[in-house]
């Protein structure tokens, strides 16, 4: 989670109850990372100079100057067949009483509440089918997400589940998330939306939700960051010229846009998209 005021010009943001506000690459290769995506989708790596506790932490800048995301080692302790990841980051007013809720309703509390000087209360929680999130209870400027409108933005959650039902149940209850499902021939595929957003005026939509195929292999349940590119294409084929893996080509949807997943060199998915609305 972002640890100091930004150095650079930034967009004003926007802390949201229950919603997304910050995405965090964990990795057991930081040096790599910072070679890696600033190649691939033109971040700069701005190294913290004063992190609490000592820790090394990186953000990652966007063109226009906002501070979107960061970068810490893989947690000490965690097994080595866990993956890199993406973690995403959940506003909530109170991190304890959230972390007591998610038990109650068939979560698992990986990391119970704990506070970091000048950023806030966090902790780490896995839902009911594994797939892992955090929470904070910011102070100051953490918890406020900027706009997510340009280039290299964080434009879309998507969470890859193998028990859509019960998730449902579990985001609505513990965030107030309200969902709406989208069918299509060969899958659903639901939305997140805020307690107060509207479907049908398209506002407040966090992201989405679909059942993993048996054919993606041994994919398990986890959170899916979506990053936007002017070209997916040429986007997808600078990543794998860096040392990434293409793990789905560049595809169409349907009125909706173009994407493409990719590893990254240390071992992180995420998503490139493109939207054809502009």
């Not at 000592?54 to 953000?59: F, S």
């Not at 990986?110 to 966090?122: A, T």
């Not at 509207?198 to 992201?207: S, T």
């Amino acid at each position: 989670m972002s640890t100091q005021a930004t150095t650079v010009a930034s967009p004003k943001g926007e802390r949201i109850e229950h919603g997304v506000c910050w995405n965090e690459l964990h990795t057991r290769d930081e040096a790599g990372a910072a070679r890696f995506y600033p190649a691939v989708v033109g971040w700069k790596a701005h190294a913290c100079p004063s992190v609490p506790g000592g820790m090394k932490y990186t953000e990652w800048v966007r063109r226009d100057g906002a501070h979107i995301g960061g970068m810490a080692a893989m947690p000490a302790g965690v097994p080595k067949e866990v993956p890199a990841n993406w973690m995403i980051y959940i506003n909530v007013p109170d991190v304890d009483a959230c972390c007591a809720k998610a038990t109650s309703l068939g979560g698992r509390v990986i990391k119970s509440g704990f506070d970091v000087p000048n950023v806030g209360r966090l902790a780490v929680i896995a839902d009911p089918t594994g797939a892992v999130f955090s929470v904070i209870k910011g102070v100051g400027d953490c918890g406020k997400r900027v706009p997510q409108d340009a280039t290299g933005s964080f434009c879309w959650e998507e969470l890859l589940t193998s028990d859509p039902a019960a998730v449902r149940r579990f985001y609505g209850s513990l965030f107030g998330w309200k969902t709406s499902v989208m069918s299509f021939p060969d899958f659903e595929y639901t939305l997140f939306w805020l307690k107060d957003g509207d479907p049908e005026k398209k506002q407040g939509c966090i992201g989405g939700m679909m059942k993993i195929k048996a054919e993606w292999g041994n994919v398990p349940p986890n959170w899916l960051t979506y990053i936007a590119v002017d070209d997916v294409d040429a986007t997808a084929a600078k990543a794998t010229k860096e040392g990434g893996t293409l793990c789905a080509p560049p595809m169409d949807i349907p009125n909706v846009g173009r994407f493409a997943i990719v590893t990254d060199p240390g071992g992180a998915t995420f998503a490139l998209f493109k939207s054809q609305h502009g």
